[in-house]
């Protein structure tokens, strides 16, 4: 599927989250922005949506049934296609360790959950170029 480049779409934000709450959370918060949201709440769904849709921006859910959030992220740096769409962690506190696994499966960055409104949104806007800022981060 091609994107309509000559549409002033705005930016669109894949989040890969297998937790209707932890979704729910972070749909809402980038929606006010204006932001387009989608949700994958698999690894397999996150790999077939990003191909087809080649978001702005992914966040990733490290911990998901079947493949993980690093194998995930580390097969979208293997395919041309997806090699250089921005990923963002969403790492579990408890999880030590996590936000380094991240980055070395390839993410350019993380947040860690439970996610601050603010720092979602500042993370966003840092990967987004401003997108988010159109309304006031609140
Ligand atoms: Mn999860």
Same mark, same amino acid.
């Given at each position: =599927?091609?994107? $309509?480049?000559?549409?002033?779409?705005?930016? +669109? @934000?894949?989040?890969?989250?297998?937790?209707?709450?932890?979704?729910? #959370? !972070?749909?809402? @918060?980038?929606?006010?922005?204006?932001?387009?949201? +989608?949700?994958?709440? %698999?690894?397999?769904?996150? #790999?077939?949506?990003?191909?087809?849709?080649?978001?702005?921006?992914?966040? =990733?859910?490290?911990? #998901?049934?079947? @493949?993980?959030?690093?194998?995930?992220? +580390?097969?979208?740096?293997? $395919?041309?296609? %997806?090699? /250089? @769409?921005?990923? !963002?962690?969403? %790492?579990?506190?408890? =999880?030590?360790?996590?936000?380094?696994? /991240? #980055?070395?499966?390839?993410?350019?960055?993380?947040?860690?959950?439970?996610?601050?409104?603010?720092?979602?949104?500042? %993370? !966003?806007? +840092?990967?987004?170029?401003?997108? /988010?800022?159109?309304?006031? /981060?609140?």
């Amino acid at each position: =599927m091609r994107r $309509r480049r000559s549409l002033p779409v705005s930016k +669109r @934000i894949l989040v890969v989250e297998d937790n209707d709450v932890n979704y729910s #959370l !972070v749909a809402f @918060i980038l929606g006010k922005q204006g932001l387009q949201v +989608r949700r994958a709440a %698999t690894g397999e769904e996150a #790999l077939r949506q990003a191909a087809e849709d080649e978001p702005d921006l992914i966040l =990733m859910d490290i911990q #998901l049934p079947g @493949i993980d959030g690093l194998e995930v992220t +580390r097969r979208l740096r293997a $395919r041309p296609a %997806t090699r /250089a @769409i921005p990923i !963002v962690a969403l %790492t579990a506190f408890a =999880m030590v360790g996590d936000d380094e696994r /991240a #980055l070395a499966a390839g993410c350019d960055g993380y947040i860690a959950k439970p996610v601050s409104p603010r720092i979602l949104l500042d %993370t !966003v806007q +840092r990967f987004l170029g401003g997108a /988010a800022e159109e309304h006031g /981060a609140a």
